[in-house]
């Protein structure tokens, strides 16, 4: 069983800045590409930023400049360092990887969402 677990949502005033962390954890052989989403009530879940196993990265243009991707093979763990925040940033933000658990087994999986509130 796989798990990815995100943590460092919250509220923020505009202009302000917050990381998000998402480690892995489970029956993992590699992981491929990782991943952040964000989704508002009503809307599609939109992509914010992707990064490749060999650090690739790539990003919304709305979030291009302020925001930057990184990631800890080591730790199984993916960051999004979130600068100069708007209240439109506003949204549940998902962690996403693309795992193999075995050579030929490779399924996509998401995080349970975290909660980042831009508002003065």
């Known amino acids: 069983q796989v798990q990815l677990v995100e943590s460092g949502g919250g509220l923020v005033q505009p202009g302000g800045s917050l990381r998000l962390s998402c480690a892995a954890s489970g029956r993992i052989f590699r992981i491929q590409a990782m991943g952040w989403y964000r989704q508002t009530p009503g809307k599609q879940r939109d992509l914010v930023a992707t990064?490749?196993?060999?650090?690739?990265?790539n990003y919304a243009d709305s979030v291009r400049d302020r925001f930057t991707i990184s990631r800890d093979n080591a730790k199984k763990t993916v960051y999004l360092q979130m600068n100069n925040l708007k209240p439109d940033d506003t949204a549940v933000y998902y962690c996403?990887?693309?795992?193999?658990?075995?050579?030929?087994?490779?399924?996509?999986?998401w995080g349970q969402g975290t909660q980042v509130t831009v508002s003065s």
């Open positions: 996403n990887a693309d795992i193999l658990t075995t050579v030929w087994a490779r399924s996509t999986y």
């Open positions: 990064i490749t196993s060999g650090g690739s990265t």
